[in-house]
């Protein structure tokens, strides 16, 4: 299920094409380590090769580059996570890693800084053993293999404007995070739209969604199995 702006329907053929004709000859890996980044060109694989793991600019009327997630080996590159959304990259120097506190990071260089573009912001620590990778189901992970293949953070659980198989909507009252779908701005900006999809848990739960901020549609509640 995707959440699409209406702008997001128009075609762009000739970018997917070329997209696909430039990360079929990019350096693919399967793991994301502290020794072993993505650099722009790169190309994350899961390991069926469902989806792929990178960057990208979402159309040519833009010059922006993000970190995503998107089918592999289809024509048309569609996009279904995001991870700096509302911070682009202008150029190509990014770089996707997991830094010395266990965290993945997005950093670019410039001025021969390292600046932090996004985090995945979880606890800290400094074992050297954590690593990333992105399952078939487009899920990507960052683990820990010292504590037996721990999740320390999902991109499941932060959700953009797709929802996959498998993936969970909703708050999860027991951690707090509440997974809500967001529409891209637009077919050239992937950053919060004015739509929304998320779940009501007042009472019986239900679906709504929102349009700038106010509820302009709902399911109805669920009252279990008919």
């Known amino acids: 299920m ?7 329907l128009v075609p762009i053929k000739i970018l997917s094409i070329l997209l696909f004709l430039h990360c079929s000859s990019c350096h693919s890996l399967t793991t994301i380590s502290t020794k072993q980044p993505i650099k722009d060109g790169d190309v994350l694989l899961s390991t069926g090769e469902v989806f792929a793991l990178g ?12 970190v995503g997630i998107w089918y592999h080996n289809i024509p048309k590159q569609t996009v279904v996570w995001v991870a700096n959304k509302d911070n682009p990259l202008s150029d190509s120097s990014g770089v996707f890693s997991i830094n010395s506190h266990g965290n993945l990071v997005l950093k670019h260089t410039k001025n021969q800084n390292l600046n932090t573009i996004w985090s995945s912001n979880v606890s800290a620590s400094t074992r050297i053993d954590i ?6 189901s487009g899920n990507l992970v960052l683990r820990d293999s010292g504590g037996r293949g721990k999740v320390l953070w999902q991109s499941f659980d932060y959700p953009g404007d797709t929802i996959l198989p498998f993936a969970k909507l909703g708050l999860d009252r027991k951690s707090g995070l509440n997974r809500i779908l967001t529409s891209w701005k637009s077919l050239d900006d992937p950053s919060f739209g004015s739509a929304t999809i998320r779940i009501d ?7 709504f969604i929102y349009k700038n901020g106010r509820p302009f549609w709902r399911v109805g509640s669920w009252t279990g199995p008919g």
């Open 131 to 136: 690593f990333a990778e992105l399952l078939d």
């Open 2 to 8: 995707k959440l699409f702006s209406a702008n997001q």
């Open 201 to 207: 848990p007042t009472g019986y739960p239900q679906f």
């Open 55 to 66: 960057f990208f600019t979402p159309s040519n009327n833009s010059k922006n580059r993000y």
